[in-house]
């Protein structure tokens, strides 16, 4: 009896354990969205694998000076042996026995002070730079996925629109406000973040005075920028299809790259 009883809790509990957990993962499921507009999934994902991304970003960047450190090592070993003969023949005379893990254990306390020295004041610095860091930050700027999207769908528009015609030339409109998504401002419904409430911004476009058929590494719509981990950001869309995501500082570059080729073609005609 007292056996089946045994048994019987036994299976109780992990009965309980189980619904336990499936609760748990329903809960997390429904919190999900939660987490991920908070910024908290960020920042516990940051926590728990941040110093695999500072390996990734350090390692690399590390270099060793075998002048500086075999030396320190030659020396130690040095030392631990002439310290393990010397403590060897004092225990002798007191008729003790001494182990070579005994002086292992006290050589290994130079490394570790020499670690410790280098761990607390980096401890330090990072804590006091921690404490003046704004962990969780919202960007007023749209999701890059977003702004994505957007250029991609004005390119699927452009070229739809400019290439209505049977054979080339095939030329894109002179402005997007010549586009059938901007005069009924559907555009707004399709980019509107349901997170930014604020109206979306249309990106730059480049392509009047090109046409379907131009250079298909030229630009042809450059996205609002929006907040990425290098900073902030822009998505270029070439008129061949093609997106690119650029650092803000590199839009000057492709914005001329677009108006010198330009200044050509119209140069040719």
Same mark, same amino acid.
């Given at each position: 009896? =007292? ?17 336990? %957990?499936?609760?748990?993962? &329903?809960?997390? &499921? ?13 920042? *516990? @994902?940051?926590?728990?694998?941040? @110093? ?20 320190? /090592?030659? +020396? ?21 026995? @001494? ?17 410790? =020295? $280098?761990? /607390? !004041? ?5 804590? #006091?730079?921690? +404490?003046? /860091?704004?962990?969780?930050?919202? =960007? ?5 996925? #977003? ?13 739809? #629109? ?8 095939? !030329? ?19 980019? #509107?973040? %349901?997170?930014? !409430?604020? !109206? ?7 392509? +009047?005075? %090109?046409?379907?058929? =131009?250079?298909?590494?030229?630009? *042809? ?10 900073? $902030? ?25 677009? *108006?010198?080729?330009?200044?050509? /073609?119209?140069?040719?005609?």
């Amino acid at each position: 009896m =007292s056996k089946a009883t045994t048994s019987q809790r036994v299976q109780q509990i992990i009965v309980a354990i189980i619904l336990c %957990f499936l609760v748990g993962m &329903f809960l997390l &499921f429904l919190a999900i969205p939660f987490l991920y507009f908070t910024g908290i999934a960020q920042v *516990l @994902w940051r926590l728990v694998t941040g @110093w695999i991304f500072f390996l990734n970003d350090h390692l690399p960047r590390m270099s060793t000076n075998a002048a500086t450190w075999v030396p320190g /090592v030659l +020396a130690l070993i040095i030392a631990a042996a002439v310290g393990h003969g010397f403590l060897r023949a004092w225990a002798k005379r007191r008729e003790k026995r @001494w182990s070579l893990g005994s002086t292992l254990a006290l050589a290994m306390i130079v490394p570790v002070l020499f670690v410790i =020295s $280098f761990l /607390v !004041p980096g401890i330090i610095l990072q804590g #006091t730079q921690l +404490a003046g /860091v704004k962990w969780v930050h919202h =960007s007023p700027s749209r999701p890059g996925w #977003t702004q994505g999207s957007m250029v991609s769908d004005f390119w699927l528009e452009l070229v739809s #629109t400019a290439t209505k015609q049977d054979e080339p030339p095939w !030329p894109f409109p002179n402005s997007l406000a010549e586009l059938e998504t901007v005069k009924r401002g559907a555009w707004i419904r399709m980019a #509107t973040d %349901f997170r930014d !409430p604020a !109206p979306p911004e249309l990106p730059i476009y480049l392509g +009047a005075g %090109f046409s379907a058929d =131009s250079d298909p590494g030229l630009p *042809l719509l450059i996205s609002a920028r929006f907040a990425s981990e290098q900073g $902030f950001s822009r998505y270029v869309k070439t008129i061949g299809g093609k997106q690119i995501m650029i650092r803000d500082a590199e839009t000057d570059q492709w914005i001329q790259r677009s *108006l010198d080729a330009r200044a050509g /073609v119209e140069k040719a005609r």
